[in-house]
C-alpha cells in the first residue's frame, strides 16, 4: 500500500472518529446547573473543548487505522467473505 493511500485512508477514519467522539462527556446547562444565555439553545453545550476531540479523534482514528492496516497484510476479512449473494440461493432473475 501506499503511503499516500496510507494517509488518505487514515484521515478517513480520523473524520468518523471525529463524529463519533463528539457528544461524549458534553454537559448541558441543565446537568451543569448554569444559567442559559439569552440568545442560546437550552441544549447547547457549556463545556465543548475542540482540543479533547481532537484527542480522542487521533487516538481512536489510529487504532481504527491499525487495525485496517494489520487486515490489509495478514488478510483475516477479503472481500470474498463479504459476498451477499450466498445468503439469497437462487437466481434472482
Known sequence: MRWT?????????????????????LR??????DSV?????ESAP?????????KRATVLGLVLFALFYLNYVNGWIVAADLDLSRLYPGDPK
Open 5 to 25: 493511500s496510507m494517509i488518505a485512508i487514515y484521515a478517513l477514519f480520523w473524520v468518523l472518529s471525529a463524529v463519533f467522539v463528539l457528544p461524549f462527556g
Open 28 to 33: 448541558t446547562p441543565d446537568e451543569t446547573g
Open 37 to 41: 444565555t439569552p440568545g442560546h439553545a
Open 46 to 54: 457549556v463545556n465543548f473543548s475542540g482540543k479533547r476531540v481532537i
